[in-house]
């Protein structure tokens, strides 16, 4: 992350002066792929990729910053990924351990509240115990980061409809369970639902990410592998974005759209 406040001595990327300051889609998601091609084709272990990855990290919380995008969540490790070998996962986490310790101070310069989704009591203990303790000390941040780890799509929703049937059991009722009750159970109920998906390495997939979140979400599809991931990227699928017309299943507004407007279950 960078040590200074946003908007502060640099010259700006000129992809930035194209950007529509009135359209910044207020929740960025992103599908980090492509750490271990890119490790294997130079001839280096798969966690080199990882390492390289965190760089990447960086620069797609700087865009973000620069950009003043409200929500950024980065996809770090799906459920899925506990299939990977021990000792990659073991790396991961202490990648995401020494991240988490060095940039805890630029998370809080930088303005940046901290969050998490997905089954975090699956993570090593250090790891939960930094996860809290920098998402207590970011709690008054201004615009969000969320990591998603040991997080799965269908694990949430899953979660979600248990928690409301111990709710309906707990009342003596049975439950009549609306899309805004399940919303209301997500794991970061007040989060938007992304308004942009990015996704790296050229995969068209969605890999149990956000499975509820991203029913309207535009998604844009990136060739580059996550380790060469820059801010031009992040300014490149914004401005992807922009030249898009939303409709969320109605017709173009001059057409005399009552307004479907953006679904918003959050409180
Ligand atoms: C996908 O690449 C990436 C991951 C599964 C992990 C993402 C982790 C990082 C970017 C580094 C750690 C992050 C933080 C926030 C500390 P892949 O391994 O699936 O690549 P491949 O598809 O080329 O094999």
Request: hydrophobic letters at 40%; a positive charge.
């Amino acid at each position: 992350m960078k040590d200074r406040a946003p908007h502060e001595d640099k010259e700006p990327h000129p992809l930035l002066r194209l950007v529509d300051r009135q359209r910044i889609p207020e929740h960025v998601a992103i599908i980090m792929d492509g750490n271990g091609r890119w490790a294997t084709s130079r001839g280096l272990p798969r966690i080199e990729g990882h390492k390289a990855g965190i760089e990447a990290v960086r620069r797609a919380v700087s865009a973000a910053s620069d950009l003043g995008v409200k929500n950024l969540t980065l996809y770090a490790f799906s459920m899925e990924n506990w299939k990977r070998p021990k000792m990659e996962v073991q790396a991961l986490f202490s990648l995401l351990q020494r991240f988490l310790s060095s940039e805890a101070d630029s998370i809080v310069e930088n303005r940046i509240r901290f969050r998490t989704i997905g089954r975090i009591e699956d993570l090593p203990r250090k790891n939960q115990q930094l996860i809290r303790k920098l998402e207590e000390k970011t709690r008054d941040g201004e615009w969000t980061l969320t990591l998603a780890l040991s997080y799965g799509g269908r694990t949430e929703i899953a979660d979600a409809c248990d928690a409301l049937v111990k709710e309906a059991l707990a009342r003596g009722k049975s439950p009549r369970i609306t899309a805004e009750d399940v919303a209301r159970h997500l794991y970061a109920p007040a989060l938007p639902d992304p308004d942009l998906l990015i996704r790296t390495s050229g995969e068209h997939r969605i890999s149990n990410f956000f499975l509820w979140q991203i029913a309207y979400t535009e998604m844009v599809i990136l060739d580059v592998l996550w380790p060469d991931f820059g801010e031009q990227h992040f300014f490149e699928a914004v401005l992807d974005y922009q030249r898009r017309e939303r409709r969320y299943g109605g017709v173009p507004a001059a057409k005399g759209a009552s307004g479907p407007g953006k679904t918003r279950y959050a409180t």
